[in-house]
């Protein structure tokens, strides 16, 4: 049991941590906490194994946390993503403007509309009084943060969907907008 816990407990940490960190939305986030639940429970069998309370202890109240977690991504937040998601399906069939969840606006993908790829909202400005979208912020290349380009994309002619945004620009006139450092964001 011993040597098998020493495998599984590092293991499924690192594999829970990368998942977690890279917030790539409830279900998947869910399934990096029960990830965690599995190593945190490692952990406890090799503390007792050894006689180490202190790890043994620490990963009890990780057990606990990282149930928390499993509620937390894979009950509450789905259920929210899944409330956006109805009012928006039921809204196509009523008389006013179809709706959409603004959360969207944090992880949508960005397409032209002939469906080619830019890149993934990461944000959006909207005024305060009005509450009208300025823009996105856009990440086109790289991985998580790494060798990502920022780009300022004016909402003006984009259309949000079930599957993300279209935007009203052609790939190489995309290229060619304002690129933002992670930092320093426009006013305007």
């Known amino acids: 049991m011993q040597q098998i816990a020493s495998i599984v407990a590092p293991l499924a940490t690192t594999i829970a941590a990368l998942i977690v960190a890279s917030n790539l939305g409830a279900r998947i986030t869910g399934a990096g906490f029960i990830i965690?639940?599995?190593?945190s429970i490692g952990w406890c069998l090799l503390g007792y194994a050894t006689g180490q309370d202190n790890l043994l202890w620490q990963n009890?109240?990780?057990?606990?946390?990282?149930?928390?977690?499993?509620?937390?991504?894979?009950?509450?937040q789905r259920r929210i993503e899944e409330g956006g998601a109805k009012a928006a399906k039921d809204s196509k069939g009523e008389p006013s403007e179809t709706l959409f969840p603004v959360s969207l606006l944090t992880k949508a993908?960005?397409?032209?509309?002939?469906?080619?790829?830019?890149?993934?909202?990461?944000?959006?400005?909207?005024?305060?009084?009005?509450?009208?979208?300025?823009?996105?912020?856009?990440?086109?290349?790289?991985?998580?943060?790494?060798?990502?380009t920022l780009r300022r994309l004016p909402w003006t002619g984009c259309m949000a969907g079930e599957d993300g945004v279209t935007a009203p620009v052609a790939r190489q006139d995309f290229c060619k907008l304002e690129a933002l450092e992670p930092d320093n964001w426009p006013a305007r």
């Open 36 to 39: 965690f639940t599995v190593g």
């Open 109 to 148: 993908k960005i397409v032209t509309k002939d469906g080619e790829d830019l890149g993934k909202a990461v944000d959006a400005m909207a005024g305060c009084g009005s509450g009208r979208i300025a823009y996105l912020v856009v990440a086109e290349g790289g991985v998580a943060g790494v060798g990502e």
């Open 60 to 76: 009890i109240i990780l057990t606990g946390l990282n149930l928390f977690g499993v509620w937390r991504w894979l009950g509450w």
